[in-house]
């Protein structure tokens, strides 16, 4: 079956535009996540969707950062006036369930971002 | 706060060379240890998921062992396309995954 997908897969942006990035999980999963992979670095947690709701974005590493949820489904991650350390892979992962069960998440391939 | 230490930070190993990867943990309460596999330019990819001490699971070369600090990958007689960044992760209370920073293993033929 289909798996998690990501768009756009590059995104090359300049120092203080907007950027949105999209995550559509697998279908059936009510869980979602969004994780940050910077260069040399292990995955960093941002936020946590719960169906359309975030119990947990402590991850979010400022006020620029923002995330929605609608239908239960695809999720957009916005990072506003961008700047050159926000350049990064943003990976999205979708679990059947969540709230710390144990449950497989599974990943996209990833948005890869680049702030000149 | 879930800390997670992945050792070595790279190995090459020769085909065929069985060898083992390690993830020391400490977290407040595991509720999962999960490996995943990670090729240049992709998204991590599923292996393992270890709930409780003395747990292991198989597949094909693969094999992840649980203790209650550490878990280790046993990669036996490797072949070339098991070439890949190996990343272990835990899951305490919360729903996020700590991550280590990976293993990036080089099979050479």
């Known amino acids: 079956g289909a798996g998690v997908s990501q768009s756009p897969s590059n995104k090359v942006t300049e120092k203080g535009k907007d950027v949105e990035l999209r995550c559509d999980p697998i279908s059936g999963h009510t869980a979602l996540y969004w994780y940050r992979q910077s260069l040399g670095q292990g995955l960093e947690f941002l936020i946590y969707f719960q169906g359309n709701s975030a119990p947990d974005k402590s991850g979010l590493p400022s006020d620029r950062f923002s995330a929605e949820r609608t239908g239960g489904s695809v999720s957009t991650l916005t990072i506003q006036r961008t700047q050159q350390e926000d350049s990064a892979v943003y990976l999205c992962?979708?679990?059947?369930?969540?709230?710390?069960?144990?449950?497989?998440?599974?990943f996209g391939p990833g948005t890869r971002l680049l702030v000149l | 706060e879930d800390q997670v230490t992945q050792s070595p930070e790279a190995l090459r190993l020769q085909e065929g060379e069985s060898s083992s990867l390690n993830c020391s943990y400490t977290?407040?309460?595991?509720?999962?240890l999960f490996w995943y596999r990670q090729d240049p330019g992709k998204g991590p990819e599923f292996l393992f998921t270890l709930y409780s001490a003395g747990e292991e699971k198989e597949k094909e070369r693969l094999k992840a062992t649980l203790t209650k600090k550490e878990s280790f990958l046993h990669i036996t007689a490797p072949k070339p396309e098991d070439s890949a960044t190996y990343l272990c992760a835990v899951q305490s209370s919360g729903s996020r995954l700590t991550f280590g920073e990976g293993t990036q293993l080089t099979v050479n033929p």
């Open positions: 992962a979708s679990s059947l369930a969540a709230a710390g069960g144990g449950e497989t998440q599974y």
């Open positions: 977290v407040s309460g595991l509720r999962g």
